[in-house]
């Protein structure tokens, strides 16, 4: 397991007052919206429900381009920002820090509208209702 190896570098570069390491929970969406930004540091994503959910709170996303969804949710400097690699990833991260520049009812918005339960519910019925027509008319 790496969880001795990620605190001792913690120790070793002492950022023990920067970071806050939460144990299991299920309060996820609370911790989600207490956060500035939400890092997605995957080379492989299927669609990313955690994304999804970041956003839906108004927590914007930093992420590493990756196949699967995150270039259907992500919309760039409204929601996130989407890099190519490690190198870009922190010097956006560093932007960011910098200039802060999210409004966190435009990151929901921009998701909310496309991935609410309402709206995906909605499309399932619209399918179904679709499928049922096509088999029985």
């Known amino acids: 397991m790496l969880h001795d190896e990620i605190f001792a570098l913690i120790d070793q ?6 970071i806050s390491h939460i144990i299991f929970t299920k309060e996820v969406e609370k ?21 999804i959910e970041s956003c ?3 927590t914007p996303v930093l992420a590493i381009d990756a196949p699967g ?3 259907e949710i992500i919309y760039p400097n409204i929601n996130g ?3 190519a690699n490690v190198n870009e990833f922190v010097s956006e991260l560093e932007n960011i820090n ?21 709206t995906i519910l909605s499309k399932y019925e619209d399918l179904f209702v679709k499928v049922y027509k096509q088999k029985f008319n």
Do not use: C, H, W
Not at 31 to 51: C, K, R, V, W
């Open 13 to 18: 570069y002492n950022l023990k007052d920067k």
């Open 31 to 51: 911790y989600l919206a207490e956060s500035d930004l939400y890092l997605q540091g995957s080379y492989t994503e299927g669609f990313p429900n955690s994304i």
């Open 56 to 58: 839906m709170v108004g």
């Open 69 to 71: 969804g995150i270039n």
């Open 81 to 83: 920002k989407i890099v």
């Open 98 to 118: 910098s200039n802060y520049r999210y409004n966190a009812v435009e990151v929901s918005a921009a998701v909310s509208e496309r991935y609410s339960s309402k």
